[in-house]
C-alpha cells in the first residue's frame, strides 16, 4: 500500500514569488493535514482538510491557503514567500479525523528554501 | 504555556540497552490521545504508538512500550533493546478531542536519541 506521497521534495524560490505543493493521501484515507517544521518553531499546524472542507486551521498568515480535491488529494499554496517560510512542509493522512486513536501517517515532506 | 514538553534535547544510549524518553503534557480535556513519532535524517515521520487518555493499560508495540501516568500527565516512550537504527528524533504529540482541535495533532520539540555501538 502506497503511503502519503507529496511532491516536489525540495524546493528554492526567491522572495516574494509563490509556491504550491501537492500531497496525495494514503489510498482511502479522506483527512489531510499540514504542518510546517523549523528549526526555531519546531512542528506547527497549518491546516486540516476533509471532504473538500477546511476543518481547522492554525495560527498562520492568509498567505498560507490549502485545498482539498474530491479525490483527497490535497495542495497547499504560499503566496509572496519570504525568508521565513524556509522549512519542511509535511503532509499528513488518516482515514477519518473522527477516531482519536487513528494515527496520521506522514509522506517524506516538501523542503522549501527561499533565497 | 507548552502543551507538550520534552525536556531531553539529546540523549545517548548504548546500543542493546533501553531507554526513556520523557514527555509531559498539558490539556483540560478529558478525550485525548498521545501519539509518539520517529523522524529520521531523511525526514519522514514514522508513527511508533498511540495510547489514549481512557486506556487503562500502557501501549505497546514490538520494542515500543510507553509509561502512560495519567494523573502526572505524562507519557514517555521505552525503547528496549535499542539497535542503531533507532538514531533520530523522536516527537511526543498529542491530539485533544474538543471541537476547535479537530485533527490537529500538537507536537513537543522532540528528542534527539543517538545509540552508541
Known amino acids: 500500500k502506497a503511503g502519503v506521497t507529496q511532491t516536489p521534495r525540495y524546493l528554492i524560490k526567491t522572495r516574494g514569488q509563490q509556491v504550491t505543493l501537492s500531497c496525495s493521501p494514503i489510498s482511502g484515507h479522506r483527512s489531510v493535514s499540514w504542518y510546517q517544521q523549523t528549526p526555531g518553531q519546531g512542528l506547527q499546524f497549518l491546516f486540516e482538510y476533509f471532504s473538500e472542507t477546511q476543518r481547522n486551521k492554525g495560527n498562520f498568515p492568509g498567505r498560507f491557503s490549502g485545498r482539498q480535491f474530491s479525490n483527497s488529494r490535497s495542495e497547499m499554496n504560499v503566496s509572496t514567500l519570504e525568508l521565513g517560510d524556509s522549512a519542511l512542509y509535511l503532509c499528513a493522512s488518516s482515514l477519518t479525523p473522527d477516531r482519536l486513536n487513528q494515527p496520521q501517517h506522514f509522506g517524506d515532506g516538501t523542503r522549501l528554501s527561499i533565497l | 504555556a507548552q502543551k507538550i514538553t520534552q525536556t531531553q534535547p539529546g540523549m545517548f544510549v548504548q546500543e542493546k540497552e533501553a531507554v526513556t524518553l520523557d514527555c509531559t503534557y498539558d490539556?483540560?480535556?478529558?478525550?485525548?490521545?498521545l501519539f509518539w513519532y520517529k523522524q529520521p535524517s531523511s525526514g519522514e515521520m514514522i508513527f511508533l504508538i498511540y495510547?489514549?487518555?481512557?486506556?487503562?493499560q500502557n501501549a505497546t508495540e514490538g520494542r515500543y512500550s510507553l509509561n502512560f501516568q495519567k494523573a502526572r500527565k505524562s507519557a514517555n516512550l521505552v525503547i528496549s533493546a535499542s539497535q542503531l537504527g533507532d538514531s533520530a528524533m523522536y516527537f511526543c504529540?498529542?491530539?485533544?478531542?474538543?471541537?476547535?482541535?479537530?485533527?490537529?495533532?500538537?507536537f513537543g520539540g522532540g528528542t534527539r536519541l543517538m545509540v552508541k555501538p
Open positions: 504529540a498529542m491530539r485533544e478531542m474538543n471541537n476547535n482541535a479537530g485533527n490537529m495533532l500538537t
Open positions: 490539556t483540560s480535556d478529558q478525550s485525548y490521545g
Open positions: 495510547q489514549g487518555s481512557y486506556d487503562e
